[in-house]
């Protein structure tokens, strides 16, 4: 698989970037400066091997977790 790439723009709009990583996985992200969508496919491409070799699901899952205490310390209603 090759490395790929895509950052388009509609007037009015944030940049919409597209990456694919040399596993052929992608992801995709908006931003408000081309710097910064440039900037994140390079972050993308340097990051590759530890995205490959976590599991996103356990990831997500602990992220919602830190977001409830979070929630919880501020006195927020809480995520079902």
């Known amino acids: 698989m090759s490395r790929d790439y895509k950052i388009t723009r509609n007037k009015g709009e944030w940049y919409n970037t597209i990456v694919t990583d040399s596993y052929g996985k992608k992801y995709q992200n908006y931003f408000e ?14 990051k590759e091997d530890w995205f490959n070799s ?8 602990n992220a919602i977790e830190q977001c409830k205490e979070i929630d919880k310390e501020n006195n927020l209603s809480k995520i079902l």
């Open 54 to 61: 976590v599991n996103s699901q356990e990831l997500l899952a």
């Open 33 to 46: 400066q081309a710097s910064e969508a440039s900037d994140w496919v390079y972050y993308i491409w340097s």
